[in-house]
């Protein structure tokens, strides 16, 4: 089976590039040269988990027109000691009266420092500990004493624009 990737944008850069010799035609090589790192950095998943909202890089279609795409964005919170079979929540202050509001990726890890982590949500084990989003605050519930647990990270990824 053959696959026309005529219409996918590329990710991916020459490793070298032979430069033409004749001035006129120069600019536009260069041009398009510049075009494609351009789109190619951009098209990299942006690194920085951090508490402000962020760009990630990441796009995702547009229901209705998959030739359009959105940009999705990153907030990470820093959500401290898990409780013993309890709640903690935090407030997230994303803006859930955009109808537009879509999340990709909700998900954490807690560390019991010099002992090991565990990802959140936690549903291998019991007790479990739940990872939840409502429209206020990010709740993160456990059904057991995860005390031991002091360094919680929760990453939420979402687009919000049409």
Do not use: W
């Not at 075009?35 to 796009?59: C, D, H, P, W």
């Not at 964005?73 to 009266?97: M, Q, S, V, W, Y």
């Amino acid at each position: 089976m053959t696959i026309n990737t005529t219409n996918y944008i590329q990710a991916f850069l020459p490793n070298s590039v032979d430069f033409t010799d004749d001035p006129k035609l120069l600019p536009d090589q260069l041009t398009l040269i510049y075009s494609l790192i351009a789109t190619a950095v951009n098209l990299r998943q942006i690194g920085f988990y951090l508490s402000e909202e962020q760009i990630t890089g990441q796009q995702v279609y547009i229901p209705g027109n998959p030739q359009r795409n959105r940009f999705a964005f990153r907030k990470t919170f820093e959500c401290g000691t898990l409780p013993n079979t309890g709640t903690i929540t935090i407030a997230h202050g994303i803006d859930f009266t955009n109808t537009d509001l879509e999340f990709l990726n909700i998900y954490g890890a807690s560390t019991q420092p010099t002992v090991g982590a565990i990802p959140l949500p936690y549903v291998q084990a019991t007790p479990q500990v739940q990872l939840d989003l409502t429209a206020t605050n990010i709740v993160i519930t456990t059904f057991g004493n995860y005390t031991a647990y002091t360094k919680t990270l929760v990453t939420i990824e979402y687009v919000k624009n049409a």
